[in-house]
Nanobody
Framework: QVQLVESGGGLVQAGGSLRLSCVAS????????MAWFRQAPGKEREFVAAINWSGIRTNTADSVKGRFTISRDNAKKTVYLQMNSLKPEDTAVYYC????????????????WGQGTQVTVSS
């Protein structure tokens, strides 16, 4: 059983930065591919970034490429999303997901989800 808890969200001005964290409980975190998704009001949940079990391979959505970076620290059972040059359209609830095949961009491919953390970017 894996539990995921996101943190680090908040309100930031456009152009600013935030770092989201997702802490996992469980004994097999290091073997899981991980991902971040987000969901804005009135929109479907969308893929943001993914990272393989070792942290060597990553993939990011076109909408955040060059601005967001996903990373992980398996010793701390934590995955991060460094968010730079934030835009108002990045405003959403951000969710951590675990145990999908690496690079998966569909919600149903992941077995575990956190409760989300709100990111609000002001104009």
């Amino acid at each position: 059983q894996v539990q995921l808890v996101e943190s680090g969200g908040g309100l930031v001005q456009a152009g600013g930065s935030l770092r989201l964290s997702c802490v996992a409980s469980g004994r097999t975190f290091g073997s899981y591919a991980m991902a971040w998704f987000r969901q804005a009001p009135g929109k479907e949940r969308e893929f943001v970034a993914a990272i393989n079990w070792s942290g060597i391979r990553t993939n990011t959505a076109d909408s955040v490429k060059g601005r967001f970076t996903i990373s992980r620290d398996n010793a701390k059972k934590t995955v991060y999303l460094q968010m730079n040059s934030l835009k108002p359209e990045d405003t959403a609830v951000y969710y951590c997901a675990a145990d999908g095949p690496f690079g998966a961009q569909a919600e149903f491919e992941y077995d575990y989800w956190g409760q989300g953390t709100q990111v609000t970017v002001s104009s």
